[in-house]
């Protein structure tokens, strides 16, 4: 299940008193793609693109779920299979319940009406930043030997550095949000990446993959500012130590 999901099937709880279904017997195969309809028009109508989420998916959970709390009454027959029919009412008992206890759709009712475009726009903002993280991640080239390096007596000064890196990435107030859902992912990755040079000897992808790479996408992001200098500074330092 996608981080948006839940967001996703609260605000359509709480947007559709009536899903529009009536009271006719269909199959599943019927149901699924009506509900998959509404999805999408709360999707768009709160200012996200449909492509924020598998709409399917979340059609198929919201389906289940309805079917869980009896908000469609089934019937199963030999031969022609399982049909539904949806009880409104019963799904509008599910609702008051759900409007009591959801902690997004309580949210959603103290903040107000941009809550969930606020949602969305958050959302996506993020991926757009983890795209632009994997692309900067992937342009730093991984020798294709994974030959052991033995420590050198400029470890010791590297790994004190990394930790003057961790103190700024702490430190930093982060004015422009950069470091927003990264701050301590990035600091442990450095963690992670001191203890492999700390060791007699490591493999060299390891320390590409754990450090450079992390070094390489500090750099780029903050280049300009001093956690940039700093991983540059770095970068400088380990590479010739790893043969690259």
């Known amino acids: 299940m996608s981080q948006i999901d839940p967001y ?34 709360v999707v ?5 693109p449909e492509s924020i989420t598998d709409l399917q998916s979340v059609a198929e959970k919201i389906f289940n779920q309805l079917i869980s709390v009896d908000a469609f009454q089934s019937e199963r027959h030999d031969f022609a299979g399982v049909y539904y029919r949806f009880i409104q009412n019963r799904y509008n008992a599910f609702r008051v319940e759900h409007a009591q206890k959801d902690k997004i759709f309580l949210a ?4 107000g009406s941009r809550y969930f475009r606020d949602v969305f726009a958050g959302f996506l903002g993020q991926q757009n930043a983890e795209d632009v993280e994997a692309a900067i991640r992937s342009s730093v080239v991984v020798p ?3 030959r052991i390096i033995l420590s050198t007596d400029n470890m010791p000064s590297i790994i004190d550095e ?39 000897s490591f493999r060299l ?24 200098d700093l991983a540059v500074k770095l970068l400088e330092q380990i590479k010739p130590l790893l043969g690259i």
């Open 8 to 41: 996703i099937i609260s605000l359509v709880y709480s947007d559709r008193a009536e899903f529009g279904l009536g009271p006719d017997f269909r199959r599943a195969e019927e149901i699924i793609p009506l509900i998959r309809k509404i999805v999408r028009e």
């Open 44 to 48: 768009v109508h709160y200012g996200a």
């Open 108 to 111: 959603s009712q103290r903040i």
């Open 144 to 146: 294709a030997s994974d």
């Open 162 to 200: 990394l930790e003057i890196l961790k103190n700024a990435i702490d430190g930093d107030n982060d004015e422009l949000g950069k470091l927003t859902g990264r701050r301590e992912r990035l600091v442990s990755e450095i963690t992670a990446g001191q203890e492999l040079i700390r060791a007699p």
């Open 205 to 228: 992808k390891a320390v590409m993959h754990v450090l450079v790479t992390t070094l390489g996408f500090i750099a780029a992001e903050f280049a300009g500012g001093i956690i940039g």
